[in-house]
């Protein structure tokens, strides 16, 4: 039986370790919240008092982070504390989850080979129900043999498993994705609302763009309209999902990818401006797609 350390036990990483137990890895967890170390544990998982006691005498290690400066804290350490690279053998395979900035996922994967260890990039994209579901996609940056060897574990997770390219690349492939994402998810708002202004039925209209050339996936899966569609945030107060301040973390991301490579993303930097005022409103726990809101107040007023 393979042996998994897993740290970072959030909304996504939590199911993510589930689903590891039930794919019959042994799997010790980690995470700063007490209570989301138990939540596994009584799944079969055994709890670590650290990060660096999770990661000892194991075959994989996945992290799932929420920024670029705790995943180098973490693997890179300092000089008051060790990092993982410190601890962890040559044949632990280091996953990285996360997203955050590609720059950080080379440094660390640099890092990492100066000591011959494998780093992988891997971020995801499929939400809180995916990661639940096990049906996530990994987007990864990794040599051909460490993609090849975090196969086992990545399908234990996610449907689908692409290989980017080198370190970061999986990075910028999920940043790309996700501004692409909330362009959609505005342009699609803007369009129903504009509808429900001239009196369209939101259901109506959503059923006609699907199957015409403004089909996409916001109104496949993810209808911003409230009422339009089951199961979905916009149908439950927009609870639940992807937030907000995680797509204005994203978008931010984006915008710095574009900086690096001198890329014009005018659309990417009007969303990013959108959002960005809507956190600001209040709405940085809702899901993002509660963006519909700000066209619904801007005809109200």
Not at 221 to 246: A, T
């Amino acid at each position: 039986m393979k042996t998994v350390a897993f740290i970072g036990l959030g909304n996504m990483g939590g199911p993510m370790a589930a689903n590891l137990l039930k794919a019959g890895f042994a799997v010790k967890v980690f995470d700063l919240v007490p209570a989301a170390i138990q939540i596994l544990v009584e799944q079969g998982a055994t709890a670590s008092a650290t990060a660096i006691e999770a990661a000892e005498n194991v075959d994989f290690v996945v992290t799932m982070l929420p920024a670029g400066k705790h995943v180098k804290s973490l693997y890179l350490g300092n000089a008051e504390q060790k990092g993982l690279l410190d601890i962890v053998s040559k044949d632990t395979l280091l996953i990285d989850s996360s997203t955050i900035d590609a720059e950080s996922a080379k440094l660390v994967a640099h890092a990492a080979a100066e000591k011959g260890i494998e780093f992988i990039d891997a971020p995801v994209s499929g939400g809180t129900a995916g990661a639940a579901a096990g049906t996530l996609t990994f987007i990864c940056g990794a040599s051909d043999s460490g993609f090849k060897k975090a196969q086992a574990v990545l399908n234990a997770m996610g449907a689908n498993i692409f290989h980017a390219g080198a370190a970061g690349a999986g990075q910028v492939a999920k940043i790309c994705n996700n501004m692409l994402l909330a362009v959609l998810m505005a342009g699609t708002s803007e369009a129903l609302q504009l509808g429900r202004d001239h009196g369209l039925d939101p259901k109506v209209l959503s059923d006609i763009m699907k199957v015409s050339s403004g089909g996409n996936w916001t109104l496949d899966k993810y209808n911003p309209c409230p009422h339009v569609m089951e199961n979905v945030p916009s149908s439950n107060d927009y609870q639940g999902g992807f937030m907000v301040d995680l797509m204005v973390k994203d978008l931010g991301l984006s915008q710095e990818a574009a900086l690096l490579s001198n890329s014009s993303t005018p659309m990417g930097a009007l969303a990013r401006s959108l959002y960005v005022n809507h956190a600001r409103q209040g709405n940085g726990r809702r899901d993002f797609s509660s963006i519909f809101d700000i066209f619904v107040k801007a005809n109200k007023e």
